[in-house]
């Protein structure tokens, strides 16, 4: 069940180009090495993004931590056919890895928060110049935050890990499983993004949306690996699923951008109440759609995959 190497191959990080591996099961492929193969080359593929110098580091960033998302998705695919002792740790790693990146890659993602809202309120950027405080107060966190964990740097770091631990899924004792249907392999998704749902639903709040959102991401990618079983219909699912998790992104950046805004002492006071007033409101419209969107993929779903 082990991918061979001369298939994907252990390019050294610094010569990482294109990659033409399928993140997908191919047809009639056995659930295990397909798992094995698309992790792996994820991996290494990752490892390749993360030490490519001649792409900006806020982009190889933005990329690697995609990558990793996607593996640990796929990755909780497999858990009936590994040791559950070594899936926690994977898992553990994989969580760990995301968490590091995010902290260097949250700041561009408030700069691109607040030039969305301002278009979206050209107003309140008008009146007093309301909008050059807040963007000087945000390069300012992006400095302090390169100075404390360079970018660069950090990079090189995670490249390595990856490599490392491309070596040990290539090496993974496996213990053969019958997850041959799309409806056994994504039940487990199917459940963790119903159940977040329904939190969501008994009480509104960022953590919850937020939870939501990293369930409809799973489950999204899943579908990807699973496209080669799925009725045409998946495909729609798969759409829903990722309309709804860029709208739960955006939900979730609001949230962020006005909780930092909120800390932001050296701000006017009339400015940052009404940046927060600003980034509240469009939350809360963002709620509305997200729950609706949340419930029609779910009766979806239920239509389409439990049922069939």
């Known amino acids: 069940m082990r991918c061979p190497q001369r298939r994907v191959g252990y390019p050294h990080a610094t010569s990482w180009g294109p990659s033409p591996v399928m993140y997908r099961l191919k047809h009639h492929e056995a659930f295990e090495p397909g798992i094995q193969r698309v992790m792996l080359a994820m991996l290494l593929q990752a490892s390749g993004e993360a030490a490519a110098d001649d792409t900006p580091e806020t982009s190889r960033i933005h990329v690697v931590r995609k990558r990793l998302k996607r593996a640990r998705a796929i990755h909780k695919l497999a858990r009936p056919a590994l040791d559950e002792t070594r899936y926690r740790r994977e898992q ?3 969580r760990d890895r995301g968490r590091r990146l995010s902290q260097a890659r949250d700041v561009d993602v408030l ?11 050209a107003g309140i950027t008008e009146a007093d110049d309301a909008g050059e405080p807040v963007r000087s107060a945000l390069h300012g966190l992006r400095y302090e935050t390169h100075l404390d964990s360079p970018p660069s740097r950090l990079l090189g770091e995670v490249a390595e890990e990856l490599m490392v631990n491309a070596r040990e899924w290539d090496a993974v004792f496996w213990v053969p499983t019958q997850a041959h249907l799309i409806r056994d392999a994504l039940t487990p998704g199917i459940g963790r993004y119903a159940s977040a749902l329904d939190d969501v639903e008994s009480g509104q709040t960022v953590e919850r949306f937020h939870t939501l959102r990293k369930r409809v991401k799973d489950l999204g990618y899943q579908m990807d690996f699973m496209a080669k079983r799925v009725p045409a219909a998946g495909k729609r699912l798969r759409r829903r699923a990722d309309r709804l998790g860029e709208l739960l992104g955006w939900h979730h950046d609001v949230w962020v951008f006005a909780d930092r805004v909120a800390t932001m002492e050296e701000l006017p006071a009339v400015v940052r109440h009404s940046w927060q007033r600003l980034a509240e409101a469009e939350g809360k419209r963002v709620e509305q ?4 969107k949340a419930d029609n993929l779910r009766r979806a779903i239920a239509r389409k995959i439990c049922e069939q």
């Open 111 to 121: 700069l691109e928060t607040y030039l969305r809202l301002a278009r979206r309120s």
């Open 289 to 292: 759609r997200a729950l609706a």
């Open 92 to 94: 553990a790693w994989f």
